[in-house]
């Protein structure tokens, strides 16, 4: 069958390549894969995975076979994947641990959309009560930041995003953004919580905007930049800030049911900015390392 490896040469990061039919051990189901949602940290890192190994995390398909053990959904049930080991190839073995059940009405387009980007937000705005809170997302427009305002405005936060030009803000106050900024200078108060993609030089600023008692959960580094603080900027009276870096990995199920849910129930959307094939997904990664695409891209398996 096909998958997509990860490639070490310039070529890379994945190429196309025959491997071994799965075989699922007792707890795992066997599903044949019809959509993958690609990330950028993935392709952009993916030098930090064995060169060959099937890549990806993020996909939705049908279980072709259950797991032997009983557990997990049953034949024909529709499911996606979320940071998901090896998902994109044509069938993979996986633990019901990492998948959620997509509801009738929902495409598995969009719910191969969710996975990483949707998991990551849900879990962080988790970490407190966001009720009448001051929340800040930065890099609003990416597949983190998209998610994040939705759940932020849905659990009753008062949400800015920031994002790095006027032509990325399209749809955010649609999405539920209270505030729609490109320059934190402009920004008058102070956060609770901020959920930052972003890091470099723009985390020691947004530092500065944080209330007392507030968090600040780095879940990426979009810039590529070391990050300074100015001298003494990390000593104040009050209640404590704090900085915390994000990375949970841990299985999936849970949170990609719970967002599932709230696809079908209309509460959450998965903003596709591109849609296409497969075989063209060397074309979708260099739209995804110039920026070009607003949300999540879905390639579907054909």
Known sequence: MRALVVDHSEAGPVRFADVDEPEPATNEALVEIRCIGLNLGEV??????????????????VVVRAASDGSGPPEGARVALGMAPSAWAERIAVSSAWLGTVPGGVELADAAALGIAGVTALRVLRKRSLLARDVLITGASGGVGHFAVQLAAMAGARVTALVGSPDRAAGLRELGADAVVTDLAKIEGRFDLVLDTVGGPQLAR???????????????????QDTTFPQGSLFAFG??????????????SKEMTDLLGLVAAGRLSA?????????????????LFARKVHGKIVLEVS
């Not at 903003?271 to 739209?287: F, Q, S, T």
């Open 271 to 287: 903003p596709i900015g591109l849609r296409g094939d497969w075989k063209d997904v060397d074309d979708a990664i260099g739209a």
């Open 239 to 252: 209640e404590p800030r704090t900085i915390a870096t994000f990375g949970d990995t841990s299985p999936t």
């Open 206 to 224: 947004v530092w500065s905007l944080l209330a007392e008692g507030g968090a600040i959960h780095l879940v990426g580094f979009a810039s590529g």
């Open 44 to 61: 952009k890192f993916a030098d930090q995975w064995p060169a060959g190994a099937v890549h990806g995390h993020d996909a939705a398909g």
